[in-house]
């Protein structure tokens, strides 16, 4: 008995091989569906392959053009059969993927996901750059999503990196990027200590005096520190703008309505370990956070994202409506660049980048974000 394997698409084609290869008195000894070619599991070609035998003492008859009833039956038989079997294996794909998706959302840490690549790549970039698991884990759904929605010839033609800063930049243009908008005349800066927080509102002082050509007047109510009022004044002597020191919510008010017809008042406050809710609400007693103001609070790049959180969560009586980043010059990791607005939902006004003043002070777009967290503005 002659016994031969054959591979083919659907059981219609592995028939007509068989008949034209061992006639129609071949014997159909097994079929199964096999998968071949295939990528990590995925993107595999389904197959049937048939063994047929023949026995040489029978004399063959000739192949007929036409194919016998009975043959046609069991090829629509098989037909159908192998097109069942093709949905349900779709259909297992499908579910295979949905789970792969899901597993993302598993509670285990996010350096123990490995994804294929090129997702494993962006990944792991995003890791080293500080990026929190809550961000790459969305970052990662929509890149994949997007991917295995795209057949197998369109996918050769996705640039992933791309497709990433796309994703980024839509979901931060939702967000309140950017510098001061003038809508209001006071804006309160606050902060932890060790931030820069005195310097940084020079830079802002004279980035607005200097650049913006507006009328600028600063209010500190850091009497904590000696030192930090002499610098204040120091700056203020430079810029040529007045300077008032407010010991209690009285001074406070006071000096704002000296300033009531100037564009913009800047005021200082003290350096705390604002992780300790006590010393926010000390703030409400010097600072009237209400009257026509906003309130930029000052985070240091160099600060574990875990602290930047602590703090932010201790404002919840003092609304904080954006956040400057101070010594991107002292770091590598920009991370917080993204989990900042995307996380926590705050945007970001500026970025400092040095000690000069008032250079090193840059004022904050969505390109500018990107541009930092993928080192191309270094």
Aim: proline share 3%; net charge neutral.
């Amino acid at each position: 008995m002659k016994v031969k394997k054959y591979t083919a698409n659907t059981m219609h084609d592995a028939m007509k091989t068989i008949r034209s290869e061992l006639g129609d008195d071949a014997v159909i000894l097994n079929s199964k569906e096999i998968e071949t070619g295939g990528f990590l599991g995925f993107f595999t070609k389904k197959q049937i392959e048939v063994i047929a035998a023949i026995d040489p003492t029978i004399n063959r008859r000739p192949v007929r053009t036409r194919e016998p009833a009975v043959s046609k039956k069991i090829v629509q038989s098989s037909t159908q059969t192998i097109a069942s079997a093709t949905q349900s294996s779709l259909i297992n794909e499908i579910n295979q993927l949905k789970e792969l998706v899901q597993g993302l959302n598993d509670n285990k840490g996010s350096d123990e996901k490995e994804y294929p690549e090129p997702f494993q790549s962006i990944d792991n970039h995003l890791r080293s750059q500080g990026v929190s698991s809550n961000v790459r884990l969305k970052a990662l759904k929509h890149l994949m999503k997007n991917w295995y929605d795209q057949t197998v010839i369109e996918r050769v033609k996705v640039d992933v990196n791309q497709d990433l800063k796309s994703y980024l930049q839509a979901s931060l243009e939702k967000i309140p990027i950017g510098g001061i908008s003038f809508d209001k005349k006071i804006i309160n800066m606050v902060g932890p200590t060790g931030v820069g927080k005195t310097t940084t509102i020079a830079k802002l002082a004279a980035h607005c005096v200097l650049k913006k050509q507006k009328k600028v007047a600063l209010i500190t109510t850091d009497t904590y520190r000696i030192a930090a009022v002499e610098q204040l004044k120091t700056y203020a002597k430079i810029l040529n703008i007045p300077l008032e020191v407010a010991y209690s919510i009285d001074d406070f008010k006071r000096a704002t309505g000296q300033f009531e017809h100037y564009d913009l008042v800047l005021v200082d406050s003290a350096g705390r370990n604002f992780r300790n809710q006590l010393y926010v609400e000390e703030l409400n007693k010097v600072i009237d956070f209400k009257e026509n103001a906003e309130t930029y609070l000052v985070l240091s790049l160099t600060s574990k994202y875990e602290d930047m959180k602590d703090i932010l969560h201790q404002f919840n009586l003092i609304p904080i409506n954006k956040v400057i980043l101070t010594k991107k010059d002292e770091t590598s990791t920009y991370g917080a660049m993204l989990n900042i607005p995307l996380e926590l939902g705050k945007g970001i006004a500026y970025v400092t980048i040095g000690q000069n003043v008032p250079d090193d002070l840059v004022e904050t777009s969505v390109p500018y974000l990107l541009d930092c967290l993928f080192e191309v503005n270094k």
